[in-house]
């Protein structure tokens, strides 16, 4: 996990006076975004993401190379006006580096000036910033301007007036994603520029303590401070400093540089300590490092089963079934539903079909909400999650349901980011009976919501079950204590009750994020069993051009229509929470209400088929969503009632994902974090077939696996094979040559022998 950043910010170009900021990635990003309006480039504040002593220049300027003391990370310019913001971000995410583009004062859209940022996982020395920078100018295609590998070199940054748009753009639209610069060492075969920089004196200050403020060496060196000069301690505290950087991976002279600056700092240089005193505790440090990783690695060979033959096994192929292909019509619905999903797929950089479609839902559920029901008292509100891997264009489904809202003058309909509590769903609800709310993390919610002792997120998450089970009724706030109140606020109070909500939500999460903060609780107390959860077989992608398209005419004069349904009501949906509001009765014929009598019947023999692995709950509202879809559907296609058609298409779209949704749980809903590895590697061992995959493979493809010691990966292969499910193989070369590759595999279940005899 990425520590936190240090930065540096200069006033004005003579930099007399810096201020020192501190946090996560984000809260620079949103430093950035925030500064200004400034009346004139001049008056804009100079940024540096490194942290700078006290020596002055001659002219008394902080800001000069021997000032820097660490580096949190790297700052380039680009001044050719050629290369676009986006052209920029899309080559940064094509190598996965996480970075930001903001555009300079000088900036116009003809002719394109930007800086680019880029964070480091762990800071570095300054001797070591001109390497990592190449790196970046090299990904970059090698257009970042000379003056950018200047070791103190700053940048103005903030939204000058009169200036065009100020614009901070970050990688696959998410902070958290892609990969610090200085975890890409293979970014070094396309390195652009000066690859090492002249090194600069140590300046006096405290060089050490910015680079780890969490270890424990920080907290012995504040407390003796410059009072330590010989003795017995001294020696413990390089000893205890040297093995936490050797333990890091850092040797040889990185070793002796930090250790020489603190030196300087905390110890008498009449008495500095002798260089071969330095190799000396490094070497025992080394030693015990590399005897530590040697010992694990001895224990967990000696763990694992020996490998067979691989000819001796039967091995369990990865199944391709009718369930997991996604057929045309699940991403082509029809009407109204399908002019907007175009739409949607058409304005994306980064297209995702299954979402844009998901999209087209919530748009239309929310302009229909509290306005229509069905004869069944279906009502068109409805809760989708969209679950696609990070830099996948998932977020593209937010801008464009409220591009539409808006476009259709109903911008009013756009409901809160989230809700932090059961009160807060009631309030906004009873502020807005009929809105929609999209909540870009929902994993994250999902699991603060597990968190011992967070009543407030499990009460939001109790709050949206309740709300659309109350679509067709009352929902009434809890208990809450009157004392204190007067008898008017008390009663007002008790009156903030909302008749049949129409909450429509998208949620948007990736599949690490969900499938991680989910156990089997989750799909058992009926709170996913309400969404339709769709995710996306496409995973991250490099974004394209997208369309400039307003939305069709078409669209906007559907929704006209539909909200002229009710003009003549004496109560007004959006507007009046206490009162009913009055809705068009749509009719469900006589075919759809069969298609649905099916439909029931098939999901209770779901439920059954599913008990055994607790899943059975995720079926056990599959026929109300669909009824409530299919709603959607016929109004889209200008029906005034609900036909076989309608029904057909809403059951097939439901029933595809809610199995395909289940499939997936199977293989990842677990308990403990120990079951979640377990579910996790099985899975990949399924997906790679004959070819297998070692331990090493697993680590690539799994952090959850590669960040636990290594005796319980051994455990978790273990596990596996003690129930049958993966064997250890020795796999032969195509050629029938050389060195047999080591690697597990998924095994078929045994056939009972006995019982054939």
Known sequence: ???????????????????????????????????????????????????????????????????????????????????????????????????????????????????????????????????????????????????????????????????????????????????????????????????????????????????????????????????????????DLLKSFVASRVGRGIRGDDIMTMVHGMCATYFDPADPIDDRDIETIQSWAQTRDDKRIEDGATLAAALLPKPVPVENIKMKVPEETARKKTPAYVEKPPGMLGTITDWVNATSRKPQPAFAVQTAIAFASTVLGRRFVSSQRNWPSLYLLNIGKSASGKEHGKWAVEK??????????????????????????????????????????????????????????????????????????????????????????????????????????????????????????????????????????????????????????????????????????????????????????????????QFEIECVGLMDEYEQAGLAEMFGRSNEIAMRLALVVALGCHCEAIDGPHAAWAINYVRHHALRTVERLLSSVADSEFEHSKKQVLSLIVKAGSNGMTERDLSRASTRFARVPQRQQVEILNSLQFVGEICRVEIPTTSGRGRKRVAWIAVSPEEDDAQES
């Not at 996480?98 to 859209?109: D, I, K, L, W």
């Not at 200050?205 to 000069?229: E, I, N, S």
């Not at 476009?407 to 009976?433: F, K, R």
């Not at 009501?569 to 009598?597: I, K, Q, R, Y």
Request: net charge negative; proline share 7%.
């Open 404 to 597: 539409l809202l808006e476009a259709c003058e109903l911008p009013h309909l756009i409901g809160p980011s989230s809700y932090t509590s059961n009160a807060g769903v009631l309030s906004a609800l009873h502020d807005q009976p009929a809105h929609l709310t999209v909540i870009d993390e929902f994993g994250k919610a999902l699991e603060n919501a597990s968190v011992k002792n967070n009543a407030r997120d499990r009460s939001m998450l109790t709050a949206l079950m309740e709300v659309w089970g109350r679509a067709d009724g009352v929902l009434r706030p809890q208990g809450y204590s009157t004392f204190g109140m007067s008898a008017r606020d008390a009663a007002s109070f008790k009156e903030r009750t909302v008749r049949n909500p129409a909450l429509s939500l998208l949620a948007m999460t990736t599949p690490e994020s969900f499938f991680e903060s989910i156990g089997s609780a989750a799909a058992r107390d009926g709170f996913l069993n309400r969404f339709l959860i769709v995710e996306s077989e496409i995973g991250r992608q490099v974004g394209q051009h997208r369309a400039e398209l307003a939305p069709p005419e078409s669209v906007r004069a559907w929704a006209a229509q539909m909200r002229r349904q009710t003009d003549g009501a004496l109560v007004n949906p959006d507007g009046n929470a206490t009162l009913e509001p009055s809705p068009t009765l749509v009719p469900m014929l006589a075919p759809a209400l069969e298609l649905f009598h």
């Open 1 to 235: 996990m990425m520590g936190a950043i240090n930065w540096s910010i200069f006033g004005s170009h003579a930099a007399s006076r810096v201020t020192r900021g501190s946090g996560d990635w984000s809260d620079l990003l949103s430093h950035l975004k925030s500064s200004g309006p400034h009346p004139n480039k001049a008056s804009c504040p100079w940024i540096k993401m490194a942290l700078f002593g006290d020596h002055r220049t001659d002219g008394g300027s902080l800001r000069n190379n021997a000032n820097v003391q660490v580096v949190y990370g790297l700052e380039g310019d680009y001044d050719g006006g050629l290369i676009s913001v986006d052209d920029a971000i899309s080559r940064l995410e094509s190598h996965n580096i996480r970075g930001a583009v903001y555009t300079s004062p000088s900036h116009t859209p003809e002719k394109p000036r930007w800086r680019v940022l880029a964070p480091l996982n762990s800071p570095c020395l300054p001797e070591q910033r001109s390497g990592l920078l190449a790196r970046l100018n090299g990904a970059l295609g090698g257009v970042l301007a000379g003056e950018s590998f200047t070791l103190s070199q700053s940048y103005y940054y903030g939204q000058v007036d009169g200036a065009p748009e100020y614009r901070v753009a970050v990688t696959f639209d998410d902070p958290d994603d892609g990969v610090c610069i200085d975890e890409l060492p293979e970014l070094d075969a396309i390195a652009k520029g000066r690859t090492s920089a002249a090194p600069v004196a140590a300046p006096l200050g405290d060089p050490m303590a910015p680079v780890d403020p969490a270890d424990a060496f920080k907290q012995r060196v504040q407390q003796l401070g410059r009072r330590l000069k010989t003795g017995d301690g001294r020696r």
